[in-house]
């Protein structure tokens, strides 16, 4: 009895490792802390509306991609996309793009995503020449988010702390 109570914590030790391990893929990025002051200065800069998904660099898409599960892009505003649960056939993007702003910069994205969840997202990517890094994101929940339909709408949102930051796109 006293020999296999080693062999049971080891077990038991290598089993809560496996979980921990298994439970962090999907979460390796840190959530990105946007202060109270970069919050109040996030759309400092002139920045002009971006209407339809297409137009947004390709180097932002590009990293968008990268940093999403499943590799896809997002569905252009008024699309159909996969809004709830349930998925159809064929299969819908899981987001739907509802604005972006950009700068000389900077490129804000600001879309939606469906599932279990109905969540609103915003992007920040850091632009320099052809190329393109994400720098931050934050989320609203639908009830928040549904409210936003314009770049000083965002802004107002970001000050009054209605953005959580998230590690997510």
Known sequence: MCCSMPAQLVLTAAII????LALSVGSTDEVKILSADARHHFLDDSFALVSHASKLPSAVKQEFVQHCPGNEFM???DAPFQAGCV???PPLPLRRFIFGAISPKQCIVFYESGGKAHLYHVALFGLQGNLSHLLWTGIIGSQDGRKITSIAKLREALTNQQIRDSSML
């Open 17 to 20: 490792l496996m979980l921990s």
């Open 87 to 89: 998925v159809g056939e």
């Open 75 to 77: 569905a252009d505003r």
